[in-house]
């Protein structure tokens, strides 16, 4: 199976997943006059949807950038991929939980809510990781040449945001709160590892397309 069809399923199950998102804003009967109690009655339900959208989408850059390095896929990394795309797709049922625990405010429910939100963020780093991972043990399939050195301080990423999610998990028996904004700062760690693999994709890019163009100026200077 070539790059590009992998490529293709990939873009697709995100672009649905990103759409499907949206369709937890279930239309309410108003009554007249009581708008503005609705629209913050429905404030867990658009903070979890924004943060739901912005992992889904930065999981989604992170897959776009990280396969521009492979060279070409194998039955194993194909595997390994659905196995991303399906842990990525728990994203939805985990919001739905939030968002119907933190409108119903009970105190348990919302820990146990977080707890199934934290698993399954733990999920899908552990699914980037096992990617990273058997890449890097078959140098064959990508082309890290030359970024060797930066890829190293960021090859340990997606551990560092598991410890996030576990610590997340620890702090629900003590204080949803905090549980809550250990989440949050979770997922925002996830979008810096973004920007930091991003950086070195762009470096590892404009270096391949420097040494190319001097490559072409020697050719052509030898044969004058």
């Known amino acids: 199976m070539s790059k590009e069809r992998v490529n293709a399923l990939s873009d697709g199950v995100f672009a649905i997943l990103l759409t499907i998102l949206i369709l937890e804003f279930h239309p309410e009967t108003i009554k007249p006059g009581h708008l503005s109690s609705l629209v ?8 979890m ?49 939030l968002i119907e625990t933190l409108t119903s405010g009970d105190t348990s429910d919302i820990q146990v809510a977080f707890i199934v939100y934290d698993i399954v963020a733990i999920s899908i780093s552990v699914s980037f990781l096992v990617i ?7 140098e064959e399939m990508h082309s890290f040449d030359g970024i060797e050195e930066r890829y190293r301080r960021i090859r340990s990423d997606p551990i560092r945001s598991i410890l996030i999610y576990l610590v997340s998990i620890g702090a629900t028996f003590f204080s949803n709160l905090l549980a809550g904004a250990l989440l949050f700062a979770g997922v925002i760690f996830h979008f810096v590892a973004y920007l930091r693999f991003s950086r070195v994709i762009h470096y590892g ?18 044969k004058i």
């Open 49 to 97: 949807y924004v943060m739901s959208y912005f992992y889904v989408g930065n999981s989604w850059l992170f897959h776009h950038d990280y396969f521009i390095y492979v060279k070409h896929t194998t039955r194993m990394l194909n595997i390994l991929n659905l196995l991303v795309l399906f842990t990525v797709t728990w994203i939805n049922y985990a919001m739905v939980l």
């Open 132 to 138: 990273y991972r058997y890449l890097e043990s078959h």
């Open 205 to 222: 890019v404009t270096k391949s397309l420097t040494t190319n163009v001097a490559e072409k100026v020697v050719k052509e200077v030898k």
């Open 40 to 47: 913050l009655q429905q404030g867990p339900l658009f903070l």
